[in-house]
């Protein structure tokens, strides 16, 4: 075919076909987030390379490659660079944190082989034919989007893709349909907008390219009611952005807009002869906002509202997104040279996490943070070089309104990622390539400058033989890509939980260790399936505790499962000492659920009792409320009073001598305690309940009721005060006072817990006036507030106290149904409940005796009783 002909190869068109194929593909699978989205896109952009330099032969032209691939190319290089195995000098010449981890953690665990620079390298396989997949898509674009006609189409492939999202998620609102298309429930997220996309940054960030890809195409039709699809289509996307309630994506959407504008009206003011005012294209793009955010506003009004008040401007954003920033920078320095590994952030970051947190960190939500930490400096450059090459196409002056709108959209996307990371996934990322490549389409001018040049330009059968090679590197590097830290994270921790053979289970988790070297979760549950081995395991697990918290030193539950092996061994002190620093380390729970129940000296609780604030007091109720550990509490407290001397806790802490006083009977130690509370406190509402308690235990019923009165009505609105006075007058005897008190407390309930609990004490007061039915009436409407097996078990009692044994048993069955199948409490329901249906079997069987009884008497007629006859009377 002639260099200069105009048509279009039918290889160009199934390229074409391929591209949008991969265009509608990032948005089908989960925004590119499902597992399987490797393989497609893999093929779908090898095929488009493949095809597009097959037709471009076909037509005579020779492809070109712009500039704006230099970072793409840059990328391969690097993840390839990142995967090649090094010896152990030159990888600590290249990466000293790769080869520290090797030294310290690999070899002494007999995995002596040489490493990658890469942390993770499976990830990086998956990044390596992900930016592969990308670059062909890219130059694919690039030579399709020659024709006109061609790149019309894939641009309106994206901007209705955009429509038919932001419709789906509309559709999904209208219905009422928590679940995408009622199948599939989102775990981890709760999108504002139910769509393909899980994450609403996300969704924003795609939404807002097409919606400003589909005002371009708008502008650009030729008749005007030929752009009114596109205007629907740009509508459509804007009103979703919106509705996904990103912040962010929300503010870069009106970004991208208003550039748009700008420079249409720019464009407009420097035209020669302007066919049109200088504010005509500009003025439309504005009207249309205007439009897209009236319509969102009407859709979402009380949504935006309420999204809008939690913004407090700049600190919000450092709290949320810029906090752990200078985390993310310090572990980017730790890698200048090559970077931790493409896609091993999330491996490799915990070990220079110095917060806790309890979100796991996959990405840093920003992009030059991102670069720098995966890639090192070379990344920056190649960063660098992209933002210049952008620059230099934006500088251009032969733009028109679909290539300037490419190009506001593609630069308020690129912000957004400054606070999100939606270009880590191929929907936006592949959505990034299409429209660059049309943007970057060789010119006529170029074309002509390039066959004198020959810069710039790569012979036809060159490029497709490269195009052919690189789809088979891409789809070699997803074969090691295919493991997964999760994947193998789960694999190990069944063998844990199932209690494999040790061996087996070590066995199993060195070879996942081979693969993934920084996934600190694989050391903890190879700890974990030693620690359960007793004191034969304990030393291998103090070494894989060893080495998760070197990959990850504000890991708790690994200085719990220290703990458990110190107390194997024998060395006390140190095992407390680990669980408090567990509780250090984020773990709220461990001191009073595990450490607090072992200790058995006032020493070891000392080593437990943490410096947090009101975290000594937690432990002291925890201490006092069992009988069991009741006497050593009081013995720690001692201590800790003087301990905690002169901070706002000791207060508290002599708070809980008294009541542990007074549980213990020791009556003039709880008085002395109490008289110390009212030295500190003496107007403190907490101060005048433990003085209505100390009075009612020496006796004084009377003074208490009087104390607990006095202050309910000095603190109305207080629910709690209000249920003890109510519990107190029935202890009393007072139940209709008791009943007073609760009506004067119901308007100030908040929720259905304080409610239930008010019906509650109303059915012990009837009940203890012998009402059984009125306290049975209330049991129900607590059942209906809070259905429980306690709840249903009260109405049982009362039912069977009336006789009701039918009833009742079903009442049972209700509230076994409730609870779970490994309670200790189910064998005695269960026998309760065969109780009940025995007794009313035997009621029914005195009924049909009663009833045959009478049957017989009316047959057995007594003498003289008159005739009966059927004859007609005479």
Request: with cysteine; net charge positive.
């Amino acid at each position: 075919m002639a260099p200069g002909s105009h048509r279009v190869s039918r290889y160009t068109v199934y390229a074409e076909a391929a591209l949008a194929a991969l265009v509608v593909l990032g948005s089908v699978a989960l925004g590119g987030a499902a597992h399987w989205v490797s393989w497609p896109l893999s093929v779908l952009s090898g095929a488009a390379a493949v095809l597009a330099f097959v037709g471009a032969r076909r037509q005579g032209e020779t492809p070109r490659v712009p500039l704006l691939a230099a970072p793409l190319v840059g990328a391969v290089v690097l993840c390839v660079l990142q995967l090649v195995p090094l010896p152990p000098g030159l990888l600590a010449l290249v990466s000293p944190e790769a080869a520290a981890l090797r030294e310290d953690v690999l070899v002494p665990l007999g995995l002596t082989g040489w490493r990658p620079v890469s942390l993770e390298p499976s990830a990086t396989w998956r990044e390596l034919a992900k930016h592969v997949a990308y670059l062909l898509t890219f130059v694919a674009a690039v030579q399709v989007c020659r024709a006109r006609a061609s790149r019309q189409r894939l641009l309106a492939v994206l901007a209705f893709t955009g429509a038919a999202v932001a419709t789906v998620g509309l559709g999904h609102a209208l219905f009422g349909v928590d679940t995408l298309f009622g199948l599939r429930a989102y775990v981890h997220a709760r999108p504002p907008l139910v769509t393909p996309f899980g994450n609403p940054n996300h969704l924003a960030g795609f939404l807002g390219l097409c919606a400003t890809v589909a005002v371009g195409l708008a502008l650009s039709k030729q008749p005007r009611s030929r752009a009114w699809p596109f205007a629907m289509a740009a509508l459509v996307s804007g009103a979703g952005v919106l509705l996904s309630l990103s912040r962010a994506g929300i503010v870069f959407f009106v970004f991208g807009q208003v550039l748009l504008a700008a420079w249409l009206m720019k464009q407009r003011r420097e035209a020669r002869t302007p066919a049109r005012p200088s504010w005509g294209r500009g003025a439309a793009v504005l009207l249309g906002l205007l439009a897209t955010l009236s319509v969102g506003a009407y859709l979402a009004a009380d949504q935006l509202w309420a999204e809008a008040r939690t913004v407090d401007g700049v600190e919000s954003l450092r709290r949320g997104k810029m906090e752990p920033w200078p985390m993310m920078a310090r572990a980017a320095r730790a890698f200048p040279v090559l970077g931790m590994g493409r896609g091993a952030f999330e491996a490799a970051f915990p070990r220079y996490q110095t917060e806790p947190n309890p979100n796991t960190f996959t990405h840093p939500e920003n992009a030059v943070l991102q670069v720098a930490a995966e890639w090192g400096v070379p990344g920056l450059l190649l960063l660098g070089l992209g933002v210049w090459a952008f620059v230099k196409r934006v500088r251009r002056e032969d733009h028109g309104p679909v290539e300037l709108a490419v190009l506001s959209g593609v630069a308020a996307l690129a912000l957004h990622n400054l606070f999100d990371f939606s270009l880590e996934l191929p929907a936006c990322a592949v959505a990034v390539a299409v429209v660059l490549g049309s943007v970057a389409r060789p010119r006529e001018a170029e074309r002509m400058a390039a066959r004198r040049t020959k810069m710039g330009t790569l012979p036809a059968g060159r490029a497709l033989a490269l195009a052919a090679g690189l789809t088979v590197v891409m789809l070699v590097a997803l074969v090691p890509g295919r493991r997964r830290m999760a994947d193998a994270e789960a694999l190990l921790a069944e063998r844990v939980a199932a209690r494999a053979p040790v061996a087996e289970v070590r066995a199993l988790g060195l070879q996942l260790i081979d693969v993934h070297p920084a996934d600190y979760l694989l050391y903890r549950l190879m700890a974990m399936a030693s620690v359960s081995n007793g004191a034969e395991g304990a030393k291998d697990a103090l070494s894989f505790v060893n080495h998760t918290l070197y990959l990850r030193p504000l890991d708790a539950p690994a200085h719990r499962v220290a703990a458990r092996a110190l107390l194997h061994l024998g060395r006390r002190e140190q095992a407390f000492l680990e669980y408090r620093l567990a509780h250090e380390a984020g773990d709220t729970r461990v001191l009073i659920s595990e450490a607090m129940p072992r200790a058995r000296t006032v020493e070891e609780l000392k080593t437990l009792t943490s410096e947090a604030p009101g975290q000594v007091v937690e432990l002291a109720e925890a201490l006092l409320a069992g009988p069991s550990r009741r006497a050593l509490g009081l013995e720690w407290l001692t201590w800790a009073r003087e301990h905690f001397e002169g901070r706002p806790e000791a207060t508290a802490l002599w708070m809980q001598e008294a009541r542990g006083r007074l549980a213990q009977g020791e009556l003039p130690a709880a008085e002395v305690a109490c008289a110390e509370v009212e030295r500190r406190a003496p107007d403190a509402l907490a101060t005048q309940l433990l003085r209505a308690d100390v009075w009612l235990a020496q006796g004084k019923r009377a003074e208490a009721l009087q104390s607990l009165e006095a202050l309910v009505k000095r603190f109305p609105h207080d629910v709690e005060l209000a249920f003890t006075l109510s519990t107190r007058q029935q202890e009393a005897g007072l139940t209709r006072r008791s009943r007073d008190t609760l009506a004067a407390m119901a308007p100030y309930l908040t929720d259905l817990r304080q409610r239930a609990r008010l019906l509650s004490l109303e059915a012990d007061s009837f009940e203890q006036e012998g009402l059984l039915a009125r306290a049975l009436e209330q049991r129900r409407s607590v059942v209906g507030l809070l259905p429980g097996p306690e709840s249903h078990f009260e109405v049982a009692r009362l039912q069977e106290l009336l006789s009701r044994y039918d009833a009742a048993a079903r009442s049972v069955h209700e509230g076994l149904r409730l609870m779970p199948l490994d309670d200790a409490r189910r064998a005695e329901g269960e026998a309760w409940a065969a109780r009940l249906e025995e007794r009313e079997r035997a009621l029914q069987d005195a009924h049909k005796g009663g009833l045959l009884e009478d049957a017989k008497g009316r047959e057995v007629e007594p003498p003289g009783s008159p005739a009966v006859s059927d004859a007609p009377a005479p």
